[in-house]
């Protein structure tokens, strides 16, 4: 148990170290607004495991029963890969999950940078700081 959570805990920081080093080459806060967060509830449906990032797409089922998808942008795959994370894993076994997301700033519909995503089972994977940035 003790390993495991150590290992989760060594998981987090390789992805926060990698998100810090991945927004000096890309600037998040270009694109999504570090300002607003957006929690949204689905099923992860597609990994898009290519560069320069990977996007994770999450069926939202709404109110009224209608089901959106979002598309959330995250790291590039040698950090995931870094990191010890696998498209499989992502994807989740088909699970509830929990997903905090920067919308774009554009006001582009269904589209965000994922900062994490906790999983019905309690496993969750942290891509970027939970504070943003600065004005």
């Known amino acids: 148990m003790i390993a495991r959570l150590g290992a989760k805990a060594g998981l987090t920081l390789a992805l926060l ?9 890309h600037s998040v806060g270009g694109e999504f607004d570090q300002h607003k967060k957006v929690r949204l ?11 320069p990032h990977i996007y994770i797409h999450l069926r939202v089922r709404g109110a009224g029963g209608s089901v959106t998808e979002w ?9 995931m890969r870094k990191a010890g994370l696998t498209q499989a ?10 997903v905090d997301a920067y919308p774009a700033r ?8 994922m900062l994490m995503i906790t999983y019905a089972d309690g496993h969750h994977y942290q ?8 004005p």
């Not at 990698?18 to 000096?24: D, E």
């Not at 509830?41 to 560069?51: I, L, P, R």
């Open 71 to 79: 598309r959330l942008e995250t790291v590039p795959v040698a950090m």
């Open 127 to 134: 891509f970027a700081p939970d504070t943003p940035a600065a």
């Open 41 to 51: 509830t689905g099923v992860v449906s597609q990994v898009e495991w290519a560069n």
């Open 106 to 113: 554009d006001g582009t519909p269904n589209l965000g940078y």
């Open 89 to 98: 894993m992502l994807i989740g076994n088909s699970q509830t999950a929990i």
């Open 17 to 25: 170290l990698a998100t810090s080093a991945a927004l000096a080459h």
